[in-house]
């Protein structure tokens, strides 16, 4: 059987900066060049491909395995809840932790020269580089720019995502009118979509230009939560009434066909118009166990519910390589949907049935797609399987040597010589 497909997805970097909001302090600019952000690892090796990465968190640590192999290739010890955000450079990490975003290196990159590519591969290693955030937040990497949001300041970061592992130096660092559980992405003309809010009550969104002037606003989105980019950047913000499409220059809301009809996990992809999302109805539940995802088209701006055969969690959602809207249920299945029509193409045994934990920071099985290929955890095995997306078939299974909770993977990255 055929091993996961890691082709290289390089895409041009832009160094402009987004003006802030609130301009917080004068920052350097950031490094003219096209260089690596890292100079190589004193152990590093070049390999003949690339080698990509699954990092996944347990209680007391991180790990980092090989994404081909599934071998362990790190354990690093950490203390703590912590979160893992891809940074965005397809080497590098942003780990929540109580102290702010703190950088992994997965030890995994390539370097463009000419008409072909060196692949590298190091130790992994959890640095010593903190973006400082007294509640880390959400962070979004697109087209080469990542936002990170702190929800205790409402301040928002935005760096070159080449360049994520020399610290928050060459940052923009802007603010929010009132510090809230937020969310920001930078498209690649500069423009910023940030969220609006208090801590108390969000309300909706903002749109900056990238000369930091606001182009267009709306408070139509009550309790705004996680966002997704689809295809020719039409960016989808959750409400608790349906989502927010901004899309060339215009925002759309589109409403949930019921009057609670709360989407607050998206999952999107550059190859599809089409956002994938949860759908809760009940607004006094403490934990909803919903049965229907949603469908988002950014460019009708229409919604599409779509029934499934068992419920499913906020790590339940990923996106295959063609696009295709992959949802783990709780059934223990991977169903796989087509975005465009709604029609369940197919449903693929994973792992046994489970049950979503009270607690959302506890584990559960989680999903997440890395170049096509979809990887679950199984907690109560403590297993990791690989599942090809386009057939079903289980392609590896492998146990654990700690029960997992987190799940993120990484390619590696290209750089032009």
Not at 122 to 134: C, F, G, N, R
Not at 344 to 358: G, K, M
């Amino acid at each position: 059987m055929t091993s996961p497909r890691s082709p290289l997805r390089g895409r041009a970097r832009r160094l402009g900066l987004v003006l802030p909001l609130t301009l917080l302090a004068a920052c350097a600019s950031t490094p003219a060049t096209d260089a690596p952000a890292t100079d190589p690892a004193s152990d590093a090796q070049e390999t003949a491909t690339l080698q990509p990465r699954l990092v996944l968190t347990y209680d007391g640590g991180i790990q980092v395995l090989d994404a081909t192999t599934l071998e362990t290739l790190a354990d690093l010890p950490l203390d703590g809840f912590a979160r893992l955000n891809e940074a965005g450079d397809g080497r590098h990490l942003l780990v929540s932790t109580d102290g702010g975003f703190t950088v992994l290196d997965a030890g995994a990159w390539a370097e463009a020269h000419g008409d072909h590519a060196h692949y590298y591969a190091a130790d992994p290693v959890l640095t010593s580089t903190v973006y400082p955030a007294e509640k880390p937040g959400h962070v979004v990497p697109h087209e080469g720019r990542t936002a990170l949001f702190d929800d205790g300041t409402g301040t928002v970061t935005v760096i070159d995502s080449a360049h994520v592992a020399d610290g928050p130096a060459g940052a923009r660092t802007l603010s929010t009118p009132s510090a809230h559980h937020g969310v920001a992405v930078e498209l690649e003309d500069g423009t910023l979509v940030v969220s609006e809010g208090t801590e108390d009550v969000r309300t909706g969104i903002r749109v900056l230009d990238a000369a930091g002037s606001e182009v267009t606003r709306t408070d139509e989105c009550p309790g705004v939560h996680g966002e997704a980019v689809a295809a020719d950047e039409a960016v989808v913000v959750g409400c608790e009434d349906g989502v927010l499409v901004y899309r060339a220059g215009t925002i759309t809301k589109v409403a949930s066909p019921d009057g609670y009809g709360r989407i607050g996990n998206q999952a999107g992809t550059e190859v599809s118009p089409v956002v994938l999302g949860d759908y809760k109805t009940d607004p006094d539940a403490e934990l909803e166990r919903p049965t229907r995802v949603s469908l988002v088209d950014t460019v009708t701006g229409t919604l599409r519910l779509v029934d499934l055969p068992a419920s499913y969690s906020f790590r339940s959602l990923g996106r295959g390589a063609d696009g295709a809207a992959l949802v783990l249920g709780t059934d223990g299945a991977l169903h796989v949907i087509d975005a465009t029509s709604g029609a369940i193409e197919r449903s693929a045994p994973v792992v046994e049935p489970w049950t979503e934990p009270d607690d959302w920071q506890e584990p559960r099985p989680t999903l997440r797609v890395l170049d096509g290929m979809a990887y679950v955890t199984d907690p109560a095995e403590r297993r990791l399987h690989v599942v090809d997306p386009v057939t079903g078939e289980l392609w590896k299974s492998i146990a654990l040597t700690v029960t997992p909770n987190e799940l993120v993977g990484v390619v590696g990255a290209t750089h032009s010589h």
